[in-house]
């Protein structure tokens, strides 16, 4: 029997095989390869990373962790999985296809690369995607990562099918549990490692299945953007904590943060509450036709008027934008666009591909495109208090209206990132994050 989710993975199939014909057509190709990818021993090793599969393979099928598998599209006939199930006693070998996917490839079980890499060598008008490392056994008469073709993949994929949609709400209801576990543990006083592992726990996958790796940062480590310790001895005292960590759904990425603090420390609290507010109006922006760029603009302005309303800047908010002054305070972009990549693919990239680069005094933006129905981006403000910004903001012209012992005050808390996923639709957002935590709050 069908199920809705079988249903919305048929018709993504169906999308995306169309995508790809009509781009193969265009671009005069017969056939495309699409590989998940090898793994890759460390140099001077025998040990590998750990292993995740090319996005552009995942975003067709649902494999993250199937290595040496290739995709075969040809126009006009079923897409073909070559899938790689080793004979090994090393290691478990991957699981049998499941159905509900399976059915929509024709499958061919192989035991390497070499079971299919003869089939395609030097065979013109054919293009393959992937690590030129892992294809170059194909020869030099196939296309290895054509950058045209390679674009327009990355275009459909910035507009999600129903499934995906689908996947990364899934994700954010599992990564909002972990969130949950998490926030509890800090309550009780543990360390940055035994919140880590509540929040594995609670989410139910292993640190290798995560999108990414999570941050996990009490008191003044939130104030390292991507901090990246997890200390086994819990602080002296316990002022803040966050947490950046998402969770998988079939290769599909959830990316939240949140910000926790204690009832006694009621200023903190205070800026937490005032940043969530100024979020989550961020959030209701985030409509067809907005430029993302803008946003990020708006964003600074929501962040000068928590650092007025709360007494830490005696500058207007307009001001305080308009000098840079906010930027000392949020040093990053936004946010991005979410899918089979956690950083998804095309947010500097227009959909005719010419380049879009950020502003040049926000750098680090990774989304600078007009919003789409059927992107979904994350919502991440943050208000830091960064050492080594604050000391060149004291120094700078504009150290003088800032009201320095408020912000030493508040140095050992780190700071404060609030981060949502949400889908771009005709009408208002959806809020991934926040309808995953009302579910389970």
Partial sequence: MLTSDDLLYARHIEDRRDQIEAALNELGYDALLIHSGRPKNRLFDDQAPPFRAHAPFVAIAPLPFAEDCL????????????????????????????????????IEPVGSARDWEPRFRNRRALAAIGDPAALDGLGDDVAINPPELLHRLAEARTRKTAWERECLAAANRRAAAGHLAAADAFRRGASEL?????????????????????????????????????????????????????????????????????????EFGALVNALDGQQQRLCESMRPGANFADLHRQAHFAIAEVLHESGLIDMPPEDAVESGLSRYFLPHGLGHFLGAQVHDVNGLVAADGQALPPPEKDPFLRLSRDLEPGNVVTVEPGLYFIPMLLDRLRTSEHGRRVRWERVESLRRYGGIRIEDNVLVSEGDPVNLTRQAFAALE
């Fill in 71 to 106: 995709l075969e599209f040809q126009a006009g006939r079923r897409p073909r999985l070559w899938y790689c199930q080793p004979e090994d006693f090393w290691h478990l070998p991957p699981a049998d296809p499941e159905t509900w996917w399976a059915e929509h490839f024709r």
């Fill in 194 to 266: 035994e919140i880590q592992l509540d929040y594995l726990r609670a989410v139910g996958q292993d640190q290798d299945e995560q999108p990414y790796h999570g941050i996990v940062a009490l008191n003044e480590h939130a104030a390292v953007l991507h901090y990246q310790k997890r200390s086994a001895a819990p602080p002296a005292e316990a002022l803040s904590f966050l947490l950046d960590a998402g969770a998988d759904h079939h290769g599909y990425a959830s990316d939240i943060t949140r910000t926790w603090t204690l009832p006694e420390h009621a």
